[in-house]
Every structure is written in C-alpha cells, then in structure tokens.
C-alpha cells in the first residue's frame, strides 16, 4: 500500500471512473446488465484465447535470434505477464515478463524487455490501422473532436498523443538497432559521473537491451512482425463484436459493416488510451474512450456502458484466473515475481543497476 506506483495507477482509474459517473445513469446501465446475453461470452473467450497464442507467435518471432523457445513454454510466460500487467500498475507486468522469461529460459531480461517494447510500438501502429479503416466507413474525425471535448483535452494533442509515442520511439528504437553505438555515445555523459563499475555495468544492460532490438535491422523482419500483429487485434475485435450482440448493439446499426467498422473504432480508441503507463488493467482510460466511442457512434449509453464493462471484464478476468494458476501449478510466488520485476523494495538505483548486470550473468 505504500507504493507509489499503486496510487498513481489507483488516481488515474478514479479521474477517469469519475468523469464516467458524471455522464451515465447507473440504474440504467444495471438494467441493461440484466438483460443481455451472456452465453455470448464463451465463443467470445475463446477468440481471445487465440489473439494470446497470435501474441505468443510474435513474441517467440521477436526472440528468436536470442533463442529458439517452443511455443508450448512461451504461452505460459505470456499469460502470466498479461496477468501481472491487470494486477499491477504502470505496466509492471511487461518488467514481471521478462524476468520470468530470464527465469525460466535463461535469456538476457535486458534484451527480452527489448522485445517487450518493441511488441507495443507495433501494437500502437496496429491500432492506428484499424482506425483507419474504420474511417472508410465511419466519420472518425467527428468522433475525435468529440472525445477531445469530452476529455477536455484540444483536438490537435489527443491526435499527437495518439500517434507521437509510437512513431518516435519506433525511430530511436530503428536508429538504435542499425547504430547501436550512438546510445552508449549519448549515455556518456551520464557514464562518466557514475563510479565506474556502475557506469561500466549501465553501458553493458544498454547493449543487452539493443540485442533485442534486432528484428528492426531487417526490413522482412519489420514486415512479418507487423503481419503477426494484425491477427492478435483482429482477433480481439471479433470478442468485442461478438460480445456486441449479448447487448444487440446490431440494433443501433444500419448493417454488420458498419457495426464492424464501430467495434474496430472502440477497439482502436479504447487501447490506445492505455498504451501509455497508467492503472491496473488500464481501469478507468479503457472504459472512458470506449464508452465515448460508442456514445458519438450511436450507442444510448447505458447499453454502452454496460458492454464495455462486460467486455473488458472479458480481456481482464479470465487472464488473471488463469495466470495465477500458471504461477501455483508452477510453484511461483506472484509476490516474489512481482517484487523482481520492480527490482526489490530497498535497493538504491545505482545498486540496481550493477545487480541487474550480475544477474544477466549468473544462470537461472
């Protein structure tokens, strides 16, 4: 309870679960609960459940040239990492994942952590796609000067919010793996204030972490990964449209294209909002702009209310059940993993970074 991270995740889930309590009837938004379909949910799931396998696919594509892992022994590192991500805040749980990926597999955390990152700048490119086909059906541009209103935030940032962070650190992360030697140059001046085993052990965990940036060097590399990212989000959006219909959201619509295009819109807006750091789960910034993306589109919103909080209990739920008995049937300790993956409680940030050095070193 007295850790930063935990209220900074738990302050921003209440702004944003405020600003949605301002605009929604609560009685009506139980009474659509109780009257939806919710058998729908089980085929739901299990697309989802295959948009993990696509996500473990990629991921075993992104460390491939550490080592050749068996998508068998992947997917439980995945599950327990999305896991840790809906339980931690500031996504902790992509640090958790490659420590236990090191754990387990013996491979530099640093590099894996690489692989992480580089995972969600596509992700964020991903997203940004589905939007824009969805804009060759419906009028996106209304819809984001909409959400801008209702965030209160100008139209021109949300937009660069939206696209900046991906296509920068995309760039630095390009220009790092085809010149690995300019961040070791631009730490430099760090370096030289640090003692030097410290500074010799921030410029070593810099080079384990530009191995992992190796797909970028390769054009056909850069390509595939992109092509592996479609499925897992297409795949997701197939849950949230199929969800749609334990709340009939088709009535709302003049035909399934347009309820496709509507679900890939909500799919886009609602992820992009927790692509940066912020609460467990992304509670509070998912609800808020997938809501607000169903409202502008047509949606009454206590039907839309009431799915997106059904749907996202769907991505959320059966992850955290699952991953946490991946960890007991593992003989894991989430705690234990959780507190690896924040570096220890009282450890000194000089410290930790020579201990994480040494511990790329020593085998798990």
Same mark, same amino acid.
């Given at each position: 309870?007295?850790?930063?991270r935990?209220?900074?995740?738990?302050?921003?889930t209440?702004?944003?679960?405020g600003?949605?309590?301002?605009?929604?009837?609560?009685?009506?938004?139980?009474?659509?609960?109780?009257?939806?379909?919710?058998?729908?949910l089980?085929?739901?799931?299990?697309? &989802?459940?295959?948009?993990?396998?696509?996500?473990?696919? @990629?991921?075993?594509?992104?460390l491939?040239?550490?080592?050749?892992?068996?998508?068998?022994?992947?997917? %439980?590192?995945?599950?327990v990492?999305?896991?840790?991500?809906?339980?931690? %805040?500031?996504?902790?749980?992509?640090?958790? @994942?490659? &420590? &236990?990926?090191?754990?387990?597999?013996?491979?530099?955390?640093?590099?894996?952590?690489?692989?992480?990152?580089?995972e969600?700048?596509?992700?964020?490119?991903?997203?940004?796609?589905?939007?824009?086909?969805?804009?060759?059906?419906?009028?996106?541009?209304?819809?984001?000067?909409?959400?801008?209103?209702?965030?209160?935030?100008?139209?021109?940032?949300?937009?660069?919010?939206a696209i900046?962070p991906?296509?920068?650190?995309?760039?630095?992360?390009i220009?790092?793996?085809?010149?690995?030697?300019?961040?070791?140059?631009?730490?430099?001046?760090?370096?030289?204030?640090?003692?030097?085993?410290?500074?010799?052990?921030?410029?070593?965990?810099?080079?384990?972490?530009?191995?992992?940036?190796?797909?970028? @060097?390769?054009?056909r @590399?850069?390509?595939?990964?992109?092509?592996?990212?479609? %499925?897992?989000?297409?795949?997701?959006?197939?849950?949230?449209?199929?969800?749609?219909?334990?709340?009939?959201?088709?009535?709302?619509?003049?035909?399934?294209?347009?309820?496709?295009a509507?679900?890939?819109?909500?799919?886009?807006?609602?992820?992009?909002?927790?692509?940066?750091?912020?609460?467990?789960?992304?509670?509070?910034?998912?609800?808020?702009?997938?809501?607000?993306?169903?409202?502008?589109?047509?949606?009454?919103?206590?039907?839309?209310?009431?799915?997106?909080?059904?749907?996202?209990?769907?991505?959320?739920?059966?992850?955290?059940?699952?991953?946490?008995?991946?960890?007991?049937?593992?003989?894991?300790?989430?705690?234990?993993?959780?507190?690896?993956?924040?570096?220890?409680?009282?450890?000194? %940030?000089?410290?930790?970074?020579?201990?994480?050095?040494?511990?790329?070193?020593?085998?798990?």
């Amino acid at each position: 309870m007295g850790s930063k991270r935990l209220w900074l995740g738990l302050a921003v889930t209440l702004v944003f679960l405020g600003l949605l309590l301002l605009r929604i009837d609560l009685g009506e938004t139980v009474e659509s609960l109780g009257e939806a379909n919710f058998l729908y949910l089980i085929p739901a799931i299990g697309l &989802y459940s295959m948009a993990v396998v696509f996500r473990t696919l @990629r991921w075993r594509f992104l460390l491939s040239h550490l080592k050749a892992i068996p998508t068998s022994r992947l997917l %439980p590192v995945v599950v327990v990492g999305y896991m840790a991500n809906n339980l931690l %805040p500031v996504r902790l749980g992509e640090v958790v @994942r490659s &420590y &236990y990926l090191g754990q387990r597999e013996g491979v530099s955390k640093s590099a894996a952590l690489a692989t992480i990152v580089l995972e969600r700048v596509f992700d964020g490119l991903t997203l940004l796609l589905l939007l824009a086909a969805a804009a060759l059906v419906l009028p996106v541009g209304g819809l984001v000067e909409d959400l801008a209103e209702r965030s209160s935030i100008p139209v021109y940032l949300l937009v660069l919010g939206a696209i900046a962070p991906f296509v920068m650190v995309l760039a630095l992360m390009i220009a790092a793996a085809r010149w690995p030697g300019w961040p070791v140059r631009a730490l430099a001046p760090l370096t030289r204030r640090l003692p030097v085993k410290m500074g010799l052990s921030l410029v070593e965990l810099t080079g384990l972490f530009i191995t992992g940036l190796a797909s970028l @060097r390769d054009i056909r @590399r850069v390509q595939m990964l992109l092509l592996l990212s479609l %499925p897992v989000w297409l795949l997701e959006a197939s849950m949230l449209y199929v969800i749609g219909f334990s709340f009939e959201l088709q009535d709302h619509f003049s035909g399934q294209v347009e309820m496709a295009a509507v679900i890939l819109a909500v799919t886009a807006t609602s992820n992009l909002a927790t692509s940066l750091p912020s609460s467990q789960g992304g509670i509070g910034p998912f609800e808020f702009f997938a809501i607000g993306t169903l409202v502008v589109l047509g949606v009454p919103a206590p039907v839309a209310t009431a799915y997106t909080i059904t749907m996202h209990a769907a991505l959320l739920l059966p992850v955290v059940v699952v991953g946490l008995a991946t960890l007991w049937w593992q003989h894991v300790s989430f705690r234990d993993l959780s507190h690896m993956g924040k570096g220890g409680r009282d450890v000194k %940030p000089g410290v930790a970074v020579v201990e994480a050095v040494e511990t790329e070193k020593r085998p798990w």
